[in-house]
């Protein structure tokens, strides 16, 4: 059965887990949104991600790539 890697994970958990392995800046360079890149921070974050469909699935994808990536090591 194929993992749901999104499942009892809120926004802020996931926000703060891609913040931890990647730090602000990579974020910023891999999803590109001025959030992410300017005066960044996880509140703000939250603000605009809830308002914006397109930038939190963006978001969501990383975060399954990044577990994928940790469950092969």
Same mark, same amino acid.
Do not use: A, G, T, V
């Given at each position: 059965?194929?993992?749901?890697y999104l499942h009892n994970k809120t !926004?802020?958990?996931?926000? $703060?887990e891609l913040v931890d392995d990647y730090g602000w800046e990579k974020l910023g360079t891999y999803i590109r949104i001025?959030?992410? $890149?300017s005066d960044p921070s996880i509140s703000s974050?939250?603000?605009f991600l809830r308002r914006t469909p397109w930038a939190r699935e963006k978001v969501e994808? !990383?975060?399954i790539a990044m577990m994928k990536r940790r469950e092969r090591k």
């Open positions: 059965m194929k993992p749901n !926004l802020k958990i996931i926000m $703060q001025k959030c992410f $890149q974050s939250l603000k994808n !990383l975060y």
